[in-house]
């Protein structure tokens, strides 16, 4: 993996400067102080009210969500941080949907704004399926900082996958 594979789509100047803080070994305390704190959301219930309150909260007239959890597997099999499935099947004469969203059991871990920015991703996807102007427009009116948030957390996995967990308990 290239030292900064989470980091490719930003400026050469932003990933000189992450670079220098992970040489010498202070990405980690740059993180801790900025996010000095870790979220208590400890399991798939407590997961499933958080995702619920926010789902609530900016979409309402989306589908339910029949399942939402913590999945160890997500990281990796698929690289990604979180998992969003929409199936729709025919029974008797009625059209069910359902709605899932797995989120990596890395983000136990976490402060809860890495957690919430994975969530308002992922329930954004729900409404629009591709990473588009229309896509970061929901994602921001949910979380009106989601691109600072985003570059952050890419930062936390640029450290973590270097030094390892940047919250150990």
Known sequence: MSSLTYLSAYSPELQQQISRLLAQNKLGEYLRNKYPD?????NDNDLREYVLTLKNRYMKN???LSKVLF????????NA???HTYATRIQ???????NE??????FKRTPEAFLNMIVVHELAHFKQKQHNKAFYQLCTHMLADYHQLEFDLRVYLTELAHHGDVYQK
């Open 92 to 98: 008797g004469n009625k059209l069910k949907s359902k």
């Open 38 to 42: 870790t979220h208590n959301i400890a």
């Open 62 to 64: 989306a589908a339910p």
């Open 71 to 78: 999945d160890k597997k997500i990281h990796v099999i698929n």
């Open 81 to 83: 941080l979180g998992l």
């Open 101 to 106: 969203m797995r989120i990596s059991d890395l």
